[in-house]
Protein backbone atom coordinates (compact mmCIF):
# COMPACT_ATOMS: atom_id res chain seq x y z
CA UNK A 1 0.00 0.00 0.00
CA UNK A 2 1.15 3.77 0.04
CA UNK A 3 3.33 4.94 2.57
CA UNK A 4 3.47 8.88 3.00
CA UNK A 5 6.73 10.50 4.88
CA UNK A 6 6.69 13.92 6.05
CA UNK A 7 9.90 16.02 7.31
CA UNK A 8 10.77 17.55 9.17
CA UNK A 9 8.81 16.31 12.60
CA UNK A 10 9.00 19.83 14.00
CA UNK A 11 9.59 23.60 12.43
CA UNK A 12 10.49 27.28 14.07
CA UNK A 13 10.86 30.11 12.01
CA UNK A 14 10.17 33.82 12.70
CA UNK A 15 7.77 35.59 11.70
CA UNK A 16 7.83 36.27 8.07
CA UNK A 17 10.42 34.19 7.31
CA UNK A 18 9.30 31.54 4.70
CA UNK A 19 8.34 27.56 5.65
CA UNK A 20 9.09 24.32 3.97
CA UNK A 21 7.55 21.04 4.56
CA UNK A 22 8.49 18.27 2.51
CA UNK A 23 6.52 14.74 2.00
CA UNK A 24 7.48 11.36 -0.40
CA UNK A 25 5.28 8.64 -1.25
CA UNK A 26 5.60 5.32 -2.43
CA UNK A 27 2.71 4.83 -4.82
CA UNK A 28 3.59 5.69 -8.23
CA UNK A 29 -0.38 5.77 -8.92
CA UNK A 30 -1.45 8.38 -6.57
CA UNK A 31 -2.96 10.86 -8.44
CA UNK A 32 -4.05 13.32 -5.63
CA UNK A 33 -1.93 15.30 -3.15
CA UNK A 34 -3.71 17.58 -0.35
CA UNK A 35 -2.18 19.29 2.98
CA UNK A 36 -4.37 19.98 5.70
CA UNK A 37 -3.51 22.65 8.94
CA UNK A 38 -4.70 21.44 12.23
CA UNK A 39 -4.78 23.68 15.12
CA UNK A 40 -4.84 22.22 18.73
CA UNK A 41 -8.15 20.53 19.54
CA UNK A 42 -9.60 21.21 15.87
CA UNK A 43 -10.37 19.55 13.28
CA UNK A 44 -8.02 19.12 10.31
CA UNK A 45 -8.96 21.74 7.70
CA UNK A 46 -7.91 21.49 3.98
CA UNK A 47 -5.77 24.24 2.64
CA UNK A 48 -4.45 23.17 -0.09
CA UNK A 49 -4.51 20.41 -2.79
CA UNK A 50 -2.92 19.27 -6.16
CA UNK A 51 -3.72 16.57 -8.65
CA UNK A 52 -0.42 14.73 -10.47
CA UNK A 53 -1.34 16.14 -13.93
CA UNK A 54 -0.25 19.88 -12.41
CA UNK A 55 3.04 20.63 -10.91
CA UNK A 56 2.72 23.79 -9.04
CA UNK A 57 -0.08 25.12 -7.57
CA UNK A 58 -0.42 28.62 -5.45
CA UNK A 59 -2.79 30.25 -2.86
CA UNK A 60 -1.97 33.96 -1.41
CA UNK A 61 0.71 33.17 0.95
CA UNK A 62 1.36 29.02 0.63
CA UNK A 63 1.63 26.83 -2.93
CA UNK A 64 2.27 23.46 -3.30
CA UNK A 65 5.11 21.47 -5.85
CA UNK A 66 5.09 18.01 -7.09
CA UNK A 67 7.56 15.97 -8.53
CA UNK A 68 6.19 13.17 -10.17
CA UNK A 69 9.46 11.38 -10.95
CA UNK A 70 10.77 11.37 -7.29
CA UNK A 71 7.97 11.15 -6.14
CA UNK A 72 8.06 14.18 -3.73
CA UNK A 73 5.66 17.13 -2.62
CA UNK A 74 5.99 20.22 -0.47
CA UNK A 75 4.02 22.55 0.98
CA UNK A 76 5.80 26.51 0.80
CA UNK A 77 4.02 29.06 3.44
CA UNK A 78 5.52 32.23 2.87
CA UNK A 79 6.06 35.63 4.79
CA UNK A 80 4.78 33.41 8.00
CA UNK A 81 3.02 34.48 10.81
CA UNK A 82 1.65 33.34 14.26
CA UNK A 83 -1.34 32.22 12.95
CA UNK A 84 0.34 30.20 10.96
CA UNK A 85 1.60 27.95 13.77
CA UNK A 86 -0.39 24.49 13.99
CA UNK A 87 0.49 20.89 12.58
CA UNK A 88 0.34 20.44 9.09
CA UNK A 89 -0.50 17.53 7.52
CA UNK A 90 0.20 16.01 3.65
CA UNK A 91 -1.68 13.06 2.43
CA UNK A 92 -1.68 10.61 -1.12
CA UNK A 93 -4.69 9.65 -2.62
CA UNK A 94 -3.62 6.19 -4.62
CA UNK A 95 -6.17 5.44 -7.97
CA UNK A 96 -8.43 2.76 -7.25
CA UNK A 97 -8.24 3.14 -3.34
CA UNK A 98 -11.00 5.08 -1.34
CA UNK A 99 -8.94 6.43 1.43
CA UNK A 100 -6.05 9.06 1.64
CA UNK A 101 -2.96 8.02 3.32
CA UNK A 102 -1.48 11.07 5.56
CA UNK A 103 2.18 11.83 6.39
CA UNK A 104 2.43 12.07 10.65
CA UNK A 105 2.51 15.41 11.04
CA UNK A 106 4.89 18.74 11.08
CA UNK A 107 4.75 21.25 14.33
CA UNK A 108 5.19 24.67 12.58
CA UNK A 109 6.07 27.07 15.13
CA UNK A 110 5.99 30.78 14.00
CA UNK A 111 7.54 33.12 16.69
CA UNK A 112 6.81 36.51 16.58
CA UNK B 1 -23.71 23.36 0.83
CA UNK B 2 -22.38 19.97 2.75
CA UNK B 3 -22.13 19.71 6.19
CA UNK B 4 -20.76 17.08 8.75
CA UNK B 5 -21.87 16.75 12.14
CA UNK B 6 -20.10 14.52 14.68
CA UNK B 7 -20.93 13.77 18.51
CA UNK B 8 -20.51 14.28 21.31
CA UNK B 9 -17.18 16.73 21.52
CA UNK B 10 -16.07 15.45 24.17
CA UNK B 11 -16.49 11.52 26.50
CA UNK B 12 -14.89 10.21 29.41
CA UNK B 13 -15.73 6.36 29.63
CA UNK B 14 -14.30 4.07 32.08
CA UNK B 15 -12.43 0.54 30.78
CA UNK B 16 -15.05 -2.31 30.13
CA UNK B 17 -17.38 -0.14 29.35
CA UNK B 18 -19.56 0.47 25.69
CA UNK B 19 -18.81 2.95 23.12
CA UNK B 20 -21.15 4.43 20.47
CA UNK B 21 -19.70 7.86 18.15
CA UNK B 22 -22.29 8.95 15.40
CA UNK B 23 -21.44 11.11 12.49
CA UNK B 24 -24.10 12.41 9.95
CA UNK B 25 -23.60 13.74 6.47
CA UNK B 26 -25.58 16.70 5.38
CA UNK B 27 -26.44 18.05 1.84
CA UNK B 28 -24.85 14.98 0.10
CA UNK B 29 -26.21 11.53 -1.36
CA UNK B 30 -23.95 8.16 -1.36
CA UNK B 31 -20.78 10.25 0.17
CA UNK B 32 -17.42 7.70 1.06
CA UNK B 33 -17.39 7.96 4.79
CA UNK B 34 -14.58 7.47 7.20
CA UNK B 35 -13.38 7.22 10.95
CA UNK B 36 -10.02 8.47 11.31
CA UNK B 37 -8.25 8.00 15.41
CA UNK B 38 -5.22 10.47 16.59
CA UNK B 39 -3.47 9.58 19.18
CA UNK B 40 -1.97 12.78 21.60
CA UNK B 41 0.24 14.59 19.24
CA UNK B 42 0.13 11.70 16.97
CA UNK B 43 -1.04 11.32 13.25
CA UNK B 44 -4.12 10.45 11.63
CA UNK B 45 -5.06 6.78 11.56
CA UNK B 46 -7.46 5.32 9.20
CA UNK B 47 -9.70 2.43 11.31
CA UNK B 48 -12.59 2.29 8.76
CA UNK B 49 -14.31 3.40 5.31
CA UNK B 50 -18.19 2.96 3.90
CA UNK B 51 -18.60 3.67 0.24
CA UNK B 52 -22.15 2.69 0.59
CA UNK B 53 -24.97 1.69 3.21
CA UNK B 54 -24.01 -1.66 5.39
CA UNK B 55 -20.28 -1.74 3.28
CA UNK B 56 -17.40 -1.52 5.81
CA UNK B 57 -13.66 -1.86 5.05
CA UNK B 58 -11.61 -1.98 8.33
CA UNK B 59 -7.85 -0.91 8.29
CA UNK B 60 -6.43 -2.23 11.38
CA UNK B 61 -7.46 -4.82 13.47
CA UNK B 62 -9.19 -3.58 16.99
CA UNK B 63 -11.56 -3.40 19.24
CA UNK B 64 -13.74 -1.86 17.37
CA UNK B 65 -16.03 -1.56 14.82
CA UNK B 66 -17.98 0.46 12.54
CA UNK B 67 -21.43 0.30 10.51
CA UNK B 68 -23.66 2.50 8.04
CA UNK B 69 -26.99 2.03 8.82
CA UNK B 70 -28.56 5.02 6.70
CA UNK B 71 -26.48 6.65 3.32
CA UNK B 72 -25.63 9.60 5.39
CA UNK B 73 -24.85 8.23 8.81
CA UNK B 74 -21.47 6.42 10.11
CA UNK B 75 -21.13 4.75 13.51
CA UNK B 76 -18.79 4.02 15.55
CA UNK B 77 -18.58 1.22 18.52
CA UNK B 78 -16.96 -0.88 20.61
CA UNK B 79 -18.23 -3.20 23.13
CA UNK B 80 -15.85 -2.82 25.90
CA UNK B 81 -13.28 0.13 25.75
CA UNK B 82 -9.51 -0.33 26.65
CA UNK B 83 -7.18 2.23 27.76
CA UNK B 84 -5.47 2.42 24.39
CA UNK B 85 -8.37 3.13 22.77
CA UNK B 86 -8.37 6.82 24.38
CA UNK B 87 -7.44 9.27 21.41
CA UNK B 88 -9.23 12.08 19.20
CA UNK B 89 -11.80 10.34 17.28
CA UNK B 90 -12.52 12.30 13.56
CA UNK B 91 -15.35 11.38 11.11
CA UNK B 92 -14.60 12.51 7.46
CA UNK B 93 -16.55 12.32 4.34
CA UNK B 94 -15.66 12.43 0.56
CA UNK B 95 -17.72 12.45 -2.43
CA UNK B 96 -18.18 9.21 -3.69
CA UNK B 97 -18.13 9.99 -7.52
CA UNK B 98 -13.89 10.83 -8.22
CA UNK B 99 -14.16 14.17 -6.10
CA UNK B 100 -11.19 13.55 -3.91
CA UNK B 101 -11.83 16.32 -0.98
CA UNK B 102 -12.15 14.87 1.97
CA UNK B 103 -13.53 16.90 4.98
CA UNK B 104 -13.68 16.09 8.79
CA UNK B 105 -16.08 16.27 11.48
CA UNK B 106 -15.39 18.59 14.63
CA UNK B 107 -14.48 15.62 15.93
CA UNK B 108 -14.74 13.67 19.39
CA UNK B 109 -12.31 13.31 22.66
CA UNK B 110 -12.30 10.38 23.73
CA UNK B 111 -10.72 9.72 27.45
CA UNK B 112 -10.80 6.08 28.40
CA UNK B 113 -10.13 5.76 32.64
Known amino acids: GENVEQHPSTLSVQEGDSAVIKCTYS??????FPWYKQELGKRPQLIID?????GEKKDQRIAVTLNKTAKHFSLHITETQPEDSAVYFC???????????FGSGTRLQVQP | SQTIHQWPATLVQPVGSPLSLECTVE??????LYWYRQAAGRGLQLLFY??????ISSEVPQNLSASRPQDRQFILSSKKLLLSDSGFYLC????????????FGSGTQLSVL
Open chain 2, 50 to 55: SVGIGQ
Open chain 1, 91 to 101: AASPTGRRALT
Open chain 1, 27 to 32: DSASNY
Open chain 1, 50 to 54: IRSNV
Open chain 2, 92 to 103: AWRAGRGIEKLF
Open chain 2, 27 to 32: GTSNPN
